[in-house]
């Protein structure tokens, strides 16, 4: 590896205007550029340098973005912190991970774990599709929030009775460890059903949902609408979940039409549920 001297932006072009092969973006995404007589230059933590990174609070998911026209990337990441990374979107978390983003793509990464916050160490070897181009790195940290539900792997519901009555009571427990983080939620949608006649939770003054036989929604849920506020009278609730707690909630009634049709059976339902930090997760309940 050649020796390495950090040069300025101004310093830089000069460089090339001498002849030094060097290619960096305007904002000089690299932390390191390696060409024929060993320059480098520091790395820069705007949004929209060769490497950019979207998405590093609780309620948006994580996107690494390959900024480049002429670079393969290959980006690992890893912590000391308690975090887990999710690259394939199927639950399976790693310690560390590594993956490819090509040229103008990007990569979305789920993140898990018991803190609210983590340092994330990330490395990008970079290769030019352009073999006249300079090969680069990028080294350097971030702090990722955790979202709450991003326990969601911890996070897990069943069904406790459903039955042609069209009332459907369910648990959700969160088995983190006893040090975990406790997931607070403060509302919900309902996405889907294994019966096609249900249309909504609520009507005919039902209790829509109910939480240890409170209710704390009273606006009716339509199925597959937007998600609703835990919310009785105009005041709002939230429903906090210790690690290793489990808390019973039960919908009322499901129901066929607007305005409270006739009582509908379900054995399956999607809901997504939305904690107090922003992040949603969806949950499967299957009888």
Do not use: C
Not at 58 to 74: E, G, I, K, L, Q
């Amino acid at each position: 590896m050649p020796q390495k001297s950090t040069v300025t932006r101004r310093t830089a072009l000069g460089l090339i205007g001498a002849g030094v092969l060097l290619t960096a973006s305007e904002t000089f995404g690299f932390s390191e550029i390696y060409a024929g007589r060993g320059v480098s230059v520091t790395a820069s933590d705007d949004p929209s340098a060769y490497l950019g990174i979207d998405g590093t609070t609780a309620d948006r998911t994580p996107v690494f973005v390959n900024n480049t026209t002429t670079y393969s990337m290959t980006v690992e990441l890893d912590s000391d912190d308690d975090i887990e990374f999710d690259v394939n979107g199927e639950d399976e978390f790693q310690e560390q991970v590594e993956f490819d983003i090509e040229p103008g793509e990007n990569q979305e990464i789920e993140v898990g774990g018991t803190d609210e916050t983590a340092i994330v160490h990330i490395f990008a070897d970079l290769e030019p599709t352009n073999s006249d181009d300079a090969t680069g790195i990028i080294d350097l940290e971030r702090i990722f929030e955790i979202p709450q539900t991003a326990a969601i792997s911890d996070i897990q519901g069943s069904v406790d009775s459903a039955g042609n009555s069209g009332n459907y009571e369910f648990i959700i427990e969160n088995t983190q460890p006893d040090d975990g983080q406790v997931v607070e939620l403060d509302g919900l949608a309902i996405s889907w059903t294994n019966n096609e006649d249900a249309n909504q939770v609520g009507g005919h003054n039902d209790d829509i949902l109910l939480f240890e036989d409170e209710q704390i929604i009273d606006e009716v849920i339509y199925i597959g609408e937007e998600l609703v506020g835990f919310s009785r009278d105009g005041e709002e609730n939230t429903v906090a979940i210790e690690p290793g707690d489990e808390m019973e909630f039960e919908f009322d009634r499901f129901r066929e039409e607007d305005g409270g049709g006739s009582n509908v059976g379900v054995d399956d339902v999607d809901i997504t549920v939305r904690a107090t930090d922003g992040s949603t997760a969806q949950i499967e309940l299957r009888s």
